[in-house]
């Protein structure tokens, strides 16, 4: 079993920058895959970036390729996600989840943050 609880969210004005950290308890995390995906008002969840188990691949929605960076420190049980460069579109609840598989759907994801808010302003 392993809980997820995310940090680092905020408000932000566009273009600026913020480091979102989801700390991860039990011993497995570094056989996990993690991933970040994100929910607007009114939107459906969507895939944001994943990292494998190792570090050595990741993933990216075109929608945050060359802006957002994910990363992970398995000796802190910790994956993080900066995001620079920040658009008022990037506003949403952020979730970090673990899963076998690197992927870009949820489905693939067994276990969930409780989300952190990040909202950008215009």
């Known amino acids: 079993q392993v809980q997820l609880v995310e940090s680092g969210g905020g408000l932000v004005q566009a273009g600026g920058s913020l480091r979102l950290s989801c700390a991860a308890s039990g011993r497995t995390f570094s056989s996990y895959a993690m991933g970040w995906f994100r929910q607007a008002p009114g939107k459906e969840r969507e895939f944001v970036a994943a990292i494998s188990w190792s570090g050595g691949s990741t993933y990216y929605a075109d929608s945050v390729k060359g802006r957002f960076t994910i990363s992970r420190d398995n000796a802190k049980n910790t994956v993080y996600l900066q995001m620079n460069s920040l658009k008022p579109e990037d506003t949403a609840v952020y979730y970090c989840?673990?899963?076998?598989?690197?992927?870009?759907?949820?489905?693939?994801?067994?276990?969930w943050g409780q989300g952190t808010q990040v909202t950008v302003s215009s």
């Open positions: 989840a673990g899963g076998w598989v690197v992927a870009s759907h949820q489905n693939e994801y067994d276990y």
